[in-house]
C-alpha cells in the first residue's frame, strides 16, 4: 500500500504563486510515476501534470508555462510549482501516485494508482 498526503493549498490573489508539497509511504519502492489532478465542484477530475520514474514530465495545455512538476526520486515526495495563478485554477488539487509490483515468479506485475485526500486552491480576482 501507499499512502499520500498533500500539503501547500490555500487563497491566493490572481497573478501568485503557491507550491504544493506531498509525500508518500508506505511501498514507495513500487512506485513508478506521480502526478497531480485537479477537479471543481460538477466537473471530472483532469490531469494537470505528471512525471515518470525516467523523468518525463506531461502537462494540461492550460497549465503549460505556468506550472512546474518536480520530484527528487519519484518516489517518496512530488512538488507543484504554480504561478502566474489564474481564478480558473481554483480546484482541489489530488496527489497521485502509480505503482506496479511483480506478484509472480514469471514476472507478472499488477498495476495500482493511489490517491491523497486533496489540497483546496482558491485564487481570487
Known amino acids: 500500500q501507499v499512502r499520500l498526503v498533500e500539503s501547500g493549498g490555500g487563497l491566493v490573489q490572481y497573478g501568485g504563486s503557491l507550491r504544493l508539497s506531498c509525500v508518500a509511504s508506505g511501498s514507495v519502492s513500487s512506485i513508478v510515476a506521480m502526478g497531480w489532478y485537479r477537479q471543481v465542484p460538477g466537473k471530472e477530475r483532469e490531469l494537470v501534470a505528471t512525471?515518470?520514474?525516467?523523468?518525463?514530465?506531461n502537462y494540461a495545455d492550460s497549465v503549460k508555462g505556468r506550472f512546474a512538476i518536480s520530484s527528487p526520486n519519484v518516489k517518496n515526495a512530488v512538488y507543484l510549482q504554480m504561478n502566474s495563478l489564474k481564478p480558473e485554477d481554483t480546484a482541489v488539487y489530488f496527489c497521485?501516485?502509480?505503482?506496479?509490483?511483480?506478484?509472480?515468479?514469471?514476472?507478472?506485475?499488477?498495476?495500482?494508482?493511489?490517491w491523497g485526500q486533496g489540497t483546496q486552491v482558491t485564487v481570487s480576482s
Open positions: 497521485n501516485a502509480d505503482s506496479s509490483i511483480v506478484v509472480n515468479v514469471e514476472g507478472a506485475r499488477v498495476d495500482r494508482k493511489y
Open positions: 512525471i515518470s520514474s525516467g523523468g518525463s514530465t
